[in-house]
């Protein structure tokens, strides 16, 4: 089935869904990601997830950092920022401390939130500052040609790494929660309607949240992995996730090489505008009296 | 009129990743020439899936009210 | 006549800011700046603002331009090390054209240096610190009082044109404690950016018009919904490879502020009207030249001072005005010879231009400069 237009050309380029219409910038579209890449498809989980809950356009801002994931904050029709490399969380933050009643939300890569910008993760984290992180996680620095990130899987190969990956990889979401994020959760490309879910759930949490999203690099990834095209990369991901909850009942030795989904935490600690307000008004009654 | 509900190409946006013919579940996509289309002699039952995965928003179900839209749908 | 109070640089500097309506601060403890922190800490809340301790250098100031870019006045401040790390964000807003003001309390460096000594070393970096062509706007006030009326204006005229302004401090300055004379209440002119009112999606972020213009900015948050980039982008905001739009992008930039140079630029100029010999100095180096000059007055020299208040844009003109008619120009800096260079492109075929300067860590003295004026100085190698 394809669609003929009455109209010129243009017109048929915006030709798009109620929901990419009223929350994308169609006259950007399509976006730069290469085939199969498994951005899209997480930008459009945001955007669902932001109209699943009512969110008003114009309260909901997009930050942004550096690398293909930067790329979605100017296909959405917020607010958008596309900052510098690694610093999207703390211009975020600003944003929040300036008007408390935005909702704040990041889109940022492995490379950008958890190498150069690893540091205002942690804080961020720890300070419970009421912005949601969503991570597009594709194992791998996509921008510059496929060198190994954080989360490039030890042994695993980029152009920086061509005998094959040394370092540990980063569990992305765990590292926020150990670092004290308030909600911290696993979603994958694959499991679309989970992930949906949980990024609503983390943008209705009041303090700090972060979805660490398993995205897909057909290009740059999955060639130099021999991982096949995108749609191999998504069925490993449909065969080898496993939710919290199952992983809780397996070993170790059982959970290797799996992807394990679903939220790892989800604690009530004061949120910092939240005390910050409440500091200035205990300074105003102080003065009264 | 009742509500309809359509599946729709933009095949200016589509990248031919094969992710929306992979993951339907009634087969009833294909990619050729680089492009996604409905397979003859299939059956799609709008389930929505192919919108869901897409990463270029390039299928999508519209649910319409009048037959008789500014666009003409051809098949 | 406003009322008179004791106060310290970093603590005028604060002050002023509030003064100026800053109502986010964002930093990182830093020796000799830290003050501006914790009096931020204390001020901030008392009047409805917000102050928060960073985790780092380069997420204070990202921190301070996501604060403006949803409309509050925002400023952080450090010291060499931090100014330093403060550079890519300073160009982003400088590209972004986000009000923004960064003090710098400039020490002894470079590296982690001698931190509690005082220093002019980074007059160049605050003109070509960041990476790619920009426009700069950056003060440097020499007292106490000035400190507090200079960042009044370091703020209005960020907001003005739409840019960050840097504040150069130093040590002398920043510890300093003098009497301060406070504006009389409602006496503080303040410019606020103008902000775009009503949404209109086929409003241009960043339109081109012919003319002084500068474009409206809309705070996050009140409709407006565009985009914001630090890659060159076109008028609304969205980014391109095109070598026109990026020219028309860049030109309009810099005239932003080269067109305004009369409005920006300002300087002190001091028993100038018959000198034949200019002491050229600015920040806290202006105490000791003041001295100096008296000194030399006192001998029957005809001695003057030339003191930049804008450093960046350099006041060029000015010192092109007065250069043909001195024997001599004598620039005297806390360190190796940096606004001397400027100097000397600008009055160097008019007179001779000779440096005396400290980078030890100790200030200059009167008697340094007046050597110098003199024609005694020991040399910049000695």
Redesign the interface.
């Known amino acids: 089935m394809s669609v003929v237009s009455t109209g010129d050309v243009s017109e048929k380029t915006l030709q798009t869904s109620d929901l990419i219409y009223k929350y994308m910038r169609p006259e950007h579209l399509p976006q730069i990601w290469c085939p199969g890449c498994g951005n899209g498809t997480i930008m459009r989980d945001v955007v669902q997830a932001i109209d699943n809950l009512g969110l008003s356009r114009d309260k909901t801002v997009i930050v942004s950092g550096i690398g293909c994931s930067s790329r979605a904050a100017g296909y959405m029709d917020f607010d958008t920022i596309h900052t510098t490399h690694g610093r999207a969380i703390a211009f975020a933050t600003g944003i929040k401390l300036a008007n408390p009643e935005l909702e704040v939300i990041v889109i940022a890569g492995d490379g950008d939130i958890s190498a150069i910008g690893g540091n205002h993760l942690i804080h961020a984290a720890r300070r419970n500052i009421g912005i949601t992180v969503v991570v597009m996680n594709n194992n791998i620095y996509g921008m510059t040609g496929g060198q190994y990130s954080p989360t490039t899987p030890t042994g695993d190969y980029g152009t920086t790494a061509p005998y094959g990956n040394l370092d540990r990889s980063f569990d992305i979401a765990g590292l926020a929660y150990g670092a004290g994020a308030s909600y911290a959760a696993r979603g994958s490309v694959y499991h679309v309607r989970e992930t949906i879910q949980l990024i609503q759930d983390g943008i209705r949490n009041i303090g700090f949240s972060i979805i660490d999203v398993a995205s897909i690099c057909p290009t740059y990834y999955g060639r130099k992995n021999k991982k096949g095209s995108a749609v191999d990369m998504l069925k490993w991901q449909k065969e080898n996730a496993v939710t919290m909850e199952q992983a809780a009942r397996m070993t170790d030795e059982q959970k290797k090489g799996k992807l394990i989904i679903g939220v790892l935490r989800q604690a009530q600690y004061p949120e910092f505008t939240y005390q910050y307000a409440r500091l200035i008004a205990r300074l105003a009654k102080e003065r009264e009296e | 009129m009742g509500m309809t509900k359509e599946l729709i190409i933009n095949s200016a946006w589509c990248k031919g990743c094969g992710i929306c013919a992979a993951f339907c579940p009634k087969g009833a996509l294909e990619i050729v020439n680089e492009k996604v289309r409905r397979k003859e002699g299939t059956d799609c039952i709008l389930c929505g899936m192919c919108e869901l995965r897409c990463p270029d928003y390039a299928i999508y179900i519209e649910s319409k009210r009048e037959e008789s839209e500014q666009w003409v749908k051809s098949y | 006549m406003g009322k008179v109070v004791l106060m310290q640089g970093n603590e005028a500097c604060v002050e002023g800011a509030i003064a100026a309506g800053m ?2 601060y ?1 930093g990182y403890p830093i020796t000799p700046s830290t003050e501006i922190a914790e009096i931020s800490a204390l001020r901030l ?2 009047v ?1 603002g ?1 102050f ?1 301790q ?3 250098e ?3 100031i ?11 006045k ?1 400023m952080t401040a450090t010291s060499g090390p931090g100014f330093s790390l403060k550079q ?2 300073l160009g ?1 807003a400088a590209l972004a054209e986000i009000p923004l003001v960064v003090v710098d309390v400039q020490r002894t460096g470079p590296s982690t240096g001698m931190p509690t000594s005082p220093s002019q070393g980074d007059m160049m970096m605050a003109r070509w610190g960041t990476h790619g062509d920009h426009p700069v706007i950056a003060l440097s006030p020499s007292s106490v009082e000035e400190t507090y009326r200079l960042i009044i204006r370091a703020f209005n005229l960020s907001e003005k044109y739409r840019t960050p302004v840097l504040f150069m401090m130093d040590e002398i300055i920043g510890h300093l404690r003098e009497g301060v004379t406070l504006p009389e209440e409602g006496s503080i002119e303040i410019e606020d950016r103008l902000t775009v009112r009503f ?1 209109d999606p086929k409003r241009k972020a960043y339109e081109i018009k012919s003319g002084r213009f500068i474009p409206k900015m ?14 060159m982008h076109d008028e609304s905001g ?2 391109t490879n095109s070598p026109e739009v990026a020219e028309k992008l860049m030109s309009r930039l810099m005239h932003k502020i080269s067109d305004h140079y009369d409005d920006i630029v300002q300087y002190e100029a001091v028993g100038m009207e018959d000198a034949d010999v200019m002491i050229f100095c600015y920040g806290g180096t202006m105490r000791a030249a003041i001295s100096a000059q008296e000194e030399l007055r006192a001998q029957g020299k005809r001695c003057g001072i030339f003191r930049p208040i804008t450093i960046w844009p350099f006041p060029e003109r000015e010192l092109r005005d007065f250069a043909p008619r001195l024997k001599k120009i004598v620039v005297a800096e806390h360190n190796y010879g940096q606004m001397v260079l400027e100097v000397e492109r600008i009055a160097g075929k008019y007179c001779p231009v000779e440096f005396v300067g400290k980078y030890n860590g100790t200030v200059l003295t009167p008697q340094d400069i007046a050597k110098a004026v003199l024609g005694q100085e020991e040399g910049k190698e000695a």
Do not use: H
């Open positions: 109502r986010l964002a809340p008392q409805g917000t928060i960073m985790e780092d380069i997420a204070s990202a921190c301070a331009i996501g604060g403006s870019v949803a409309g509050t925002s890519e964000n982003y949404p809309a705070p996050f948050g009140k409709g407006q919904r565009y985009n914001i980039t630090g890659l969205f980014p």
